[in-house]
């Protein structure tokens, strides 16, 4: 009989990806993809750790997993990515959870084949490389995204913001080559409507090589592919956002017209002891320049309540700058101790306090949610079409918004035009209009 696995995912888009060169590897080994979890031959974990609950979800599922060994102990359980990878960290797990029988971290995955076999000879595998190796390309992928393609172009962060485990699972920034990365997008937009560029920070793509490479050279050349598909990225730090990177947004009708650039704090006390090296000021700046060349962007951003030292008025900085930009999205996180990282040593905030602030920041984004929707109706957009259920098509436009139509036929990974007509809370509901473009 066919053998099966299942994947959880925990944490990021690059997780998400790494989760699809897993299930690659698992199936050029003749694996199938299990519908759940209980009826897998093999179960894998691919971790995160950015904050205290990501790793206690992780936790939990192994308890499940446990009283399924239990029962069924031919069952392969493996745990990889980031959680795995901090210092120690594997070995405590495995003493914790003796029943695990693969552990293995974010610089090695491309060896998750190797470990299977190593189990016909031995109990269990424990491999953590302790230092980021080269990049493997060539790693088999199975991509399981819908009309989205993830591509990465970098590993790894240097930027060591104070609060942050990132650098320290991830290691130090590596840039692909163009051509290995142009050889790979010209592949999936033959395939995909949309591609997504991955990297912690895709401003500083190239800084690690010493071509000429560049992330506006690499935007540009990806856009003279031929075929009508979307190109969007993340995650942008905002200190290297630069104005040759949103203007070749703004020359490229390919390029998605969504911008996710986390801010953190409105504080330039806390972004300061944040090691963000920017102001607030200096982001507004960044904010005025992308709407000064690309009016209709839609924008994003993650931010933090509750960083150590954080005081009321520190916070009011941090409600003020998001009620001025107006981000379309808004992820917000309560702050979370990191061992290892330089804010764990800082002075912490009560947690009841935390709390009421991250509750007045999403009821204020909630309202804004709201407002833009509401202004947004009555316009146009593009829309590349995602999902079709009960004769609804959802998609996304080319800003970044979520907008749902009613449809006879499914249009999946086609790209429409939209118009809004409805607006419940932050969502937009529209029509199409009669001038549907065709893919190719
Ligand atoms: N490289 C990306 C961020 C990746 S982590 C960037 O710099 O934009 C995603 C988000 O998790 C961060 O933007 C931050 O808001 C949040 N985060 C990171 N460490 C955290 C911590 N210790 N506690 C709470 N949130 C954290
Ligand atoms: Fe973490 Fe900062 Fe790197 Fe983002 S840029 S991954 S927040 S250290
Ligand atoms: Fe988590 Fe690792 Fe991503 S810590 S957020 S999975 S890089």
Known sequence: MEKRYYINTYGCQMNVHESEKLAGILESRGYRAAAE?????????NTCCIRETAETHVLGNLGIVKKLKERRPEIVVAVCGCMVQKDGAAVRLKKRCPFIDIIFGTHNLHRFGEYLDRLSETASVVDIWEREAAIVDDVPLHRDSGVNAWLNIMYGCNNFCSYCIVPYVRGRERSRSIDSILAEAETLVKQYPQITLLGQNVNSYGNDRADGATFSVLLK???ELPGSFRVGFMTSHPKDLSEEVVRTIAENDKMSRFIHLPVQAGSDRILHLMNRRYTSGQYSDKIKMIRDYLPDAGLS???????PT???ADFADTLRLCADVRYNNLYT???SRRSGTPADKMEQVD?????ERIRRLIAQQAEIGAQLAKEAVGKTFRVLCDTYTDGVCGGKTD??????????TDLTGRFVTVRAERAEHSKLFGALTNKTEDRR
Do not use: N
């Open 37 to 45: 979890q209980d009826s897998a031959d093999v179960i894998v974990f």
């Open 221 to 223: 050349k990806i856009c």
């Open 301 to 307: 951003s993650d931010v933090m309540v509750g960083f």
């Open 310 to 312: 954080e005081t009321e």
């Open 333 to 335: 996180f309560i702050y």
């Open 351 to 355: 947690q009841k306090i935390k709390k």
């Open 399 to 408: 800003c970044g918004r979520a907008i749902a139509f009613t449809s006879d």
